[in-house]
């Protein structure tokens, strides 16, 4: 069974500091990972799409990256600002679930000014 | 281009009485998928609709049921409501299952509240 796990759980960080988010899931034959972002009561919000085969991807202040192998990805965010301030979600597309995403449960991030 | 949409954002309801949440897929996808976000508990994959067919579900009880119509838009049906149904309901689209390599979409959920 698929399951995704994020860490940290939550995030306090001074603006203007580099950070990473961590994600690994247990089964490693999925088709694309995704990271999303999500506001209070909201909802998600597409950042980045990985597909297996790919090792990153950039957006911006953002960069994702793949270890298919080992089952990890990692968001790296550059520069944080106060409105990056929300929680980030991890979903990863396998066969489990008939290509559902599979979630982890978060991040919650909180930048200070 | 219209994003997936979701109706009603908010919904109020009693114990016991039947809830139905709506969602419009990005227009080209067929496949659906809703997922229930209660306080705390994580986003959980509650059904799967592509081309008019259930084609999975999570771990769910029956009273959690719904449909997709011809122009692939799709309702989420909540019998015999319980306060711990309360949460956010989110519905997301993309390319069905020929293309599973594709991004995903979501709307902005409806807030069901039980009271």
Do not use: M
Request: with cysteine; aromatic share 10%.
């Amino acid at each position: 069974k698929q399951e995704v796990t994020q860490i940290p759980a939550a995030l306090s960080v001074p603006e203007g500091e580099n950070l990473v988010l961590n994600c690994s899931f247990t089964d490693s034959a999925i088709y694309n990972l995704q990271w999303f972002r999500q506001d209070p009561g909201k909802g998600l919000t597409s950042l980045l799409l990985i597909q297996s085969s790919q090792r990153e991807q950039t957006s911006g202040r953002l960069n994702a990256s793949l270890d298919k192998s080992s089952g990890r990805s990692t968001l790296y965010i550059a520069a944080s600002q106060p409105g990056d301030s929300a929680t980030y979600l991890c979903a990863v597309r396998s066969d489990q679930a008939g290509t559902a995403l599979i979630f982890g449960k978060g991040t919650t991030l909180s930048v200070s000014s | 281009e219209a994003g997936v949409t979701q109706s009603p954002t908010h919904l109020i309801k009693t114990r016991g009485q039947q809830a139905t949440l709506r969602c419009s897929p990005i227009s080209g996808h067929t496949s659906v998928y809703w997922y229930q976000q209660a306080l705390g508990l994580g986003l959980q994959f509650l059904l799967w609709y592509d081309e008019g067919e259930e084609r999975n579900r999570g771990n769910f009880p029956p009273r959690f049921s719904g449909r997709q119509f011809p122009n692939y838009s799709s309702e989420l049906n909540v019998n015999a409501l319980e306060l711990e149904d309360s949460a956010l309901y989110l519905c997301a689209s993309s390319f069905g299952p020929s293309r599973p390599n594709t991004e995903a979409f979501f709307g902005q959920g409806t807030r069901l509240t039980v009271v």
